[in-house]
Every structure is written in C-alpha cells, then in structure tokens.
C-alpha cells in the first residue's frame, strides 16, 4: 500500500501544477471587455469560440474622464487567429517574445502597447483587424471565417504585462521544454534499443515518444508544413500512433502477450488513419472532414487512452508493484489532461482555459526515467550481489585449497621425514654400522693389531663421515660437495704418502643432487680411492670431475700397478675379486663400486691410467646421470 | 707462552695433552674440565692459546671463547671439533674462535694447525667456507649488512668451499698465498662481529634494548 503514496502525490501534484501554473489567474486593476462591434455595429459577446464571424474588423471603446497619465496595454488571453489593433486610428504595437511567429497565434496570449499620448480624456476607439490568413497555412478550423476569441482586458500596462507573461511563460515555454525533454528521452530509448536489439521495448517506447513529439510540434510550429487539414490529420493519427506505441510498450514492460482487443485497436487507428488522410486531401473543409476529426479521431484517441490506463491499472491491481504503479499515474495523469482538454474544446471550461493534454507525455517520460533508473540501480545491486557471493566462494574455495595444500605438504614433509629417516638407517648400517660389526668381531675371533684397528677405526669413522657430509649437502653445489669431500680425503691420501691433484672445482655452479645420489658418489670415489691406498701402490692419484650436459663423469686415476686386462673389458662389467695374473685384484671394493653406479643408473668403467708399461695404472671413471631437475628430495 | 686446553671427555683429553706436549712453544699446557674451572684457568694462566670443547658438562664453550675474546692480550681459540659439526664451528667463530681442529686428527697435524693459529693462520674447510657464504648472504637480509663480504673474499670463500687449498685460491685468483691467509682471519673477524650487530638488531627488534 504504502507503494501506492508516492504515484498517487504525483497525479494529484501533477494537477495542482496544472491548475496553480498553467490556469489563467484572476486579472484586477483592469477593465474587462466583454462586447465587440462589428462593421455593421452587430455586437458579439466574448468569449467567442468559433463562431462564424467573418467580419474584417471589429471595434469597442473604452471611456476615461480623466484621460491616461501611463502607458495602457491591451490584454487577450487567448485568440485563434493573429490580429492588429488600432487605438483612435493608430496601429498597436504588439509585445512578441517568439520572433518569427507573430504571424499565427494559435491559442496564443497577445499584449499590445497604448501609449497615453493616443488616448484621451472621454471616449476612445479601439479596433481589431483580422488578418487574413492563407488557408494553405492554416488548419481548416482555425481559418479566417471562424472568430475565437477570450476576455479582452484594458488596463495599466503595469498590471497587464505581468500576466502576459506568466501565461506566456506557462504555455509556450513549458511545451518548449516538454518538447526537449521528450526529445531527449527519445534518443535515449533510442540508443538503449541499439545497444541491445533484443529489448524491443525500448525501441517502441522511443517511436511512442517521437511520434508524440510530432504531435507537439503542432504548438510550438505554428507554419504547417502540408495542405492544413491534411497536416491536421496527421498530427492526430501521429498521437494515436503514440499511445499504440506506448501501449506496446507497456505490453512489453508487464511481459504480457498482446490481446485481440491491442490488435483490433491497432487495426482500427491503421483504417482511421488512412481515411482521415484520404478524406483531409479529397474533401477538406467538408461535414466529412468534420465529423473524421472531431468524431472517429477524437473517439479513436480517447479508446485508445483509456485501453491504456485499463491496461496498466489492471496490472498494477493484480500485480501491486511499485513501477506499474508509477507508470499508471502516469498514464492516469496523461488521460485526465486528455479529459479537461476536451472540457476546454467542448466548452465546458472557460475558453481561456490552457490545453494541457500535449504536455501529458512528460509525466510519461519522467516515469520512464525513473523506471530506468530503479532497473539500473537493480541491476548494480545484482550485480554487486552476485560479486559478494563470487567472492565469499572464492574465499571459500581458496581456504579450502589452502587447507588441501598444507595437508598435502605436511603429508610430503612427513614422508620426506620418513624417507629420510630410512635412508639415514640404511646409510649408518651398510657403512660405518657394518664396518664397525665386523671390526668387533674380529676383535673377538682373533683380536688386532692396533694399527689395523685405527684403520679400519679411520675407516668407519671416514664412512660416518660421508654420511654427515652427504646430508649437509642438501642445497649445496656438487662442486661443494665434492670440495667438502675432498678436505675429508686429502689428509688420508696424505698421510699415506700419495700425492692427489684435484680438478672438481670447475662443474658448473647451481648442480645439485640428491643427497641419496651425493652419497653414492661419495661412496664410490671413496671405494675408488681406498683401492688406490690399498692396492696400487701409486706415488699420484688425481681426481677430476666434468659434467657434458647430462652426464656428469668423475674419474681417478692413478699411476699405480694397474688392474688386469681382463677385468678392464667391458665398461660395465663388474668386476671380480679373481685374482689377476698380472697385476692386482678387483676387490671387493671396485664390485661395490660398480654395482653402486648401476644402482644410481650410471656405470663406470676402467681403463689403463698412464701408457707406462711399467706402471700402468688404474683409471676408474663413474658416469652418473644428472636429472633434468636438479634433485631436491632424499 | 702457554695454553689452555678445556675439554671434559678424558680420553681425548689426553690425546690431545699428548700431541700438544710434544711441542714446546706451546708450553706450559694447562688443562680445565668444565666451563667454571675454564673461566677460572682463563683468569689464572691468561694463556696465548685457548683449546676449548663446546660441550661441557656446565655450560656452553663459546662462554669461554667470548670470555677470551674480551681479554688483554686476547688469546687465540681454538675450537676442538668431533665428527662434521661445522655449524657448531661456526657458532663457535661467530663468539669469535680463530679457527678448529679435528679431534680424530694425528698428532702431528694437531701440533701444526695449533701452531699455525698463533702465527695468525686459521683453519678453514670447505664445509665452513659453505656456511659463512649462507651466514653473510641470508635469502631476506633482516639485519642491516654492517659488514658484508667483499667481492674478494666471497671469491676466495667460494673456491674454498669447491674444496681448493689455500694455494690453489691464490693461484686462481693470482695472489700471495699470505694474502689468502689474512683474508680468511678478517672474514672470521667480519663474522664476528657481524654475529653482534646480527645480535643487536634482533634485540632491537625484540624491543630488548632502546636505540
């Protein structure tokens, strides 16, 4: 209910501006003139709305016993034909605030000026001379044969002038803006129903609105642009094509069908149409034409109107929603101005009464606006809803992601840890664990020599070594690694009189391997350099490491007894602890050493270290593949 | 001249009086077992060298090594160090320890790397080579770099940690093998203090002290 305020305060502010703005207010201070005179001195009493006076000229006179100290004016609040007045002979001159159309006043305010001097003391004439006016101009109605004609007011021009305007004001100017805003409104229906075809609605809104516009033109233009009763004709089919459109539109706007009643109407408005045309061509100025407009128009019009208000009224009953409310005060307001417009024409108001049924669209305009607005602020509303809710399951969807994930990495880290945890126990027990085992049991079995006891002490504590080593390597450079490795080997292979020359320092920097893979390899140099202390008897050991893309190759070599031919064959074949006629055994060692590789994917090979027959020498080259991600996990 | 050794596992304790008794610049050797009767033998000796474990049964060695490090003539420290535990070298550097020696060392070469920290040359393994490149160059910088390397010594330190002697460093990067010697004793000198002003600027952080 409460819904219903607002578009029920604008039907009845909409009168109250009619009414207090557009009406004609009370004139005082002024003398009324109420009889004319014609040539033959028949009087004819104002107001006159068309009669059939045809007479050129017409006279009154106003008496002053004092004669006039100030400049006097010539009120008329309405006329339907453009005039001159003379006062005792001497042509008026007549305010104009619309150069061009002094010509035709159509429902038109007229003021002339009487200057005192003209006037004097008793008796004086005043005359109104008729223009004549070209038929081609003029609708047939308001042709020179037919006088209408309000109040004729005589007074100051100070108190005349003021009124004058305010109802020029009220009726030019306001169908002036009426115009604009209509104007202005039709684009902008326009232009939405370009930007998006599919909404028809906006487009017969927009027709609806021109061709009222159309109808407009026919107060603020008063020079018809055709024969005058065909242009007659058309202004009128033009308005009732508006109110189809907007019926259309309407139609549109409640998502309703279209009825058999909006069909027939639109037919009847298409035949009416078209033998008013036809009629204001062939028999202008007849009973016919007549009957065409006052008659079948003006019912076609008010049908119309009333479908319309029916319509929308009937919508806004079933549907109680604020904007049909809206836009049948609208049409409520538009069909009312229609009514008093006809009371004016009929005769039942004053004829000095204001026509306002043209202004009728700018309600309809300003409603439609409003609509539009309310529809655009909808949909930012929407919009913005539907962002909130995009965004709260964005957040949703992330936290829950986020949560996936760290479960996920607690899981990786857990089995990282795990992974970890294991190879550490395999590291500890297949090295210095075993060494350490089996030292003990040879010390229980037989016991040792304290030098074998410190070597194979240095030895485990060497292997406890690498694993520490390995482990600290996480994140390091191979080449750091293998420097680490080699400030571990160096005093041994010192100590034990060998002379050891490293090239590792030159792998490229940011290699990273697994500890797993690090181990391994430090693993099997070392193997590959206690076989050198042990077996070979060399003076020179030199380490070099390079890695050619994939591949990374650490070789040693020595210049010691070398190994069997046979052992050396194939690059990949392990080799055995048999003993080698000539030169030393494989040991244990160098089967580990490659078993080892194999196990990292790679292999090694051996090969003579130096062309020295004497002292051949042994070089045990390990080729490990390098993954094409550098390695970060265990 | 004189030194002190501060060890609590008796047997290395030994071993290590063995190797240093065998030289005689480094005599008298004194002994502590713990970081009280350090600290007292510290006041008592005012030794040229300080051996020191950094666990003892009381308390922390680097007590002892900051002790050192404030006194008149300063000792120098060396930090006795078992299996692979360079981070704890390295703390031990940060209090200020001129260099480390491996308990599983020979003799021998125990006797040279303690005379060889008096002639003002510190010991330095790859693996801490590696930890002082981490240490100066932190991922996020959170304390103000006061001290940082320079392009030089980041150079040296680099080809250390790929496991070059100090020779070798100066070939490569043609200079006097002293000169590498005194590089490495100002980068543990930088690291030093850059363990204070590290030290400083968390406390600040902490709000433990007003600017």
């Not at chain 1, 202005?184 to 998006?196: D, E, V």
């Not at chain 1, 650490?554 to 030169?583: F, H």
Request: proline share 5%; net charge neutral.
């Amino acid at each position: 209910m409460r819904a219903l305020i607002g578009p029920l305060l604008f039907v009845i502010f909409g009168w109250m501006f009619a009414l207090l703005v557009l009406h004609p207010t009370e004139i005082t201070g002024a003398e009324r003139l109420t009889i004319l005179f014609d040539a033959e001195g028949a009087p004819v009493t104002l107001p006159v709305r068309e009669s059939q006076h045809e007479a050129p000229l017409y006279r009154t006179s106003v008496n002053s016993d004092v004669g006039y100290s100030a400049p006097q004016a010539i009120y008329i609040g309405f006329a339907r034909q453009p005039m001159q007045m003379r006062a005792n002979g001497v042509p008026l001159e007549r305010i104009s605030l619309r150069p061009g159309a002094d010509e035709i006043g159509f429902r038109q305010a007229f003021l002339f000026l009487v200057p005192e001097e003209v006037l004097h003391a008793g008796g004086n004439t005043l005359e109104f001379a008729l223009k004549p006016v070209n038929v081609q101009d003029r609708p047939a109605q308001m042709g020179p044969k037919t006088l209408g004609l309000s109040e004729i007011w005589f007074g100051p021009r100070d108190q005349l002038e003021p009124h004058f305007r305010t109802m020029y004001a009220s009726r030019v100017t306001l169908t002036q803006i009426t115009a604009i805003t209509a104007l202005l409104i039709t684009l902008f229906a326009a232009l939405l129903w370009l930007a998006r075809p599919s909404e028809t609605l906006y487009g017969w809104f927009s027709l609806g609105v021109a061709l009222w516009m159309v109808y407009l033109l026919h107060f603020v233009w008063y020079r018809a642009p055709l024969n005058g009763h065909c242009w007659l004709a058309l202004i009128h089919i033009a308005l009732a094509g508006s109110l189809l459109c907007v019926q259309r539109f309407c139609r549109q706007f409640l998502a309703q069908p279209r009825t058999r009643l909006d069909r027939f109407l639109a037919l009847a408005a298409l035949i009416i149409g078209v033998s008013m045309v036809v009629i204001s061509i062939a028999l202008p100025d007849t009973l016919a034409y007549q009957i065409c407009l006052n008659g079948f128009i003006r019912g076609l019009l008010l049908v119309l109107g009333l479908h319309l208000v029916g319509t929308l009224l009937h919508a806004a009953y079933r549907r109680r929603d604020a904007q049909i409310y809206w836009l049948s005060a609208a049409a409520v307001l538009g069909l009312s101005l229609g009514v008093y417009d006809s009371a004016v024409i009929l005769a039942v108001l004053p004829a000095s009464s204001s026509l306002l049924f043209h202004l009728g669209v700018l309600p309809l305009v300003v409603v439609f606006g409003y609509i539009l607005l309310q529809r655009f602020v909808a949909l930012l509303e929407a919009a913005e809803a539907q962002n909130a809710v995009l965004d709260l399951r964005i957040q949703q969807k992330s936290v829950a992601l986020e949560h996936e994930f760290s479960a996920r990495q607690l899981l990786e880290r857990e089995r990282m840890l795990v992974d970890e945890r294991h190879r550490l126990a395999t590291d500890l027990h297949d090295g210095a664990g075993s060494q350490l085992v089996s030292l003990l049991a040879a010390v229980r079995r037989e016991g040792m020599s304290a030098q074998q006891m410190e070597q194979a002490l240095l030895e485990a504590i060497a292997d406890l070594r690498l694993v520490m080593d390995s482990i600290d390597s996480m994140g390091s450079d191979l080449a750091e690694a293998l420097g680490q490795f080699r400030s571990r080997s160096e005093p041994r292979l010192r100590a034990a009189g060998l002379n050891s020359v490293w090239r590792t320092s030159t792998l490229r920097d940011g290699l990273k391997l697994s500890p797993r893979r690090t181990l391994n390899i430090f693993r099997a140099l070392q193997e590959a350099l206690v076989n050198v202390l042990k077996h070979a008897g060399a003076t020179d050991v030199q380490i070099s490491a390079r890695d050619a893309g994939s591949v990374l190759q650490i070789s040693v070599r020595d210049n010691g007894v070398g190994l069997a031919p046979e052992l050396m064959n194939a690059a990949s074949q392990v080799p055995t602890t048999t003993p080698a006629p000539n030169g030393r055994t494989g040991g244990r060692g160098l089967a580990n050493l490659a078993s080892r590789m194999k196990s990292l994917g790679g292999y090694a090979t051996f090969s003579t270290g130096y062309a020295d027959a004497e002292r051949p020498g042994l070089n045990v080259s390990l080729y490990v593949p390098i993954p094409a991600e550098n390695e970060t996990k265990w | 001249m004189s030194t002190l050794l501060v060890e609590d596992d008796g047997a290395t304790r030994a071993y290590l009086l063995d190797a240093l008794n065998r030289i005689s610049a480094l005599q008298p050797v004194n002994f502590a077992v713990d970081v009280a009767s350090g600290m007292r033998a510290l006041e008592r000796f005012r030794p040229k060298l300080l051996l020191v474990d950094l666990g003892l049964p009381d308390g922390e060695g680097t007590q002892l090594i900051a002790m050192a490090a404030k006194m008149e003539p300063r000792p120098e420290v060396l930090v006795i160090s078992s299996l692979g535990d360079e981070s704890h070298v390295v703390r031990a550097l940060e209090a200020g320890a001129s260099g480390y020696l491996l308990k599983d060392e020979t003799p021998e070469a125990i006797g040279v790397a303690a005379l060889k920290v008096l002639d003002g040359e510190s010991p330095i393994s790859p693996a801490i080579a590696v930890h002082l490149l981490k240490r100066f160059r932190p991922v996020a910088a959170p304390a103000p770099q006061e001290h940082p390397l320079s392009d030089r010594e980041v150079d040296i330190l680099k080809l250390i940690a790929k496991g070059l002697r100090h020779d070798e460093v100066a070939d490569t990067l043609g200079l006097r093998y002293s000169t590498v010697v005194s590089y490495v004793r100002d980068i543990y000198r930088k690291l030093a203090v850059h363990s204070r002003t590290e030290a400083l600027f968390e406390a600040r952080q902490l709000g433990l002290l007003r600017e």
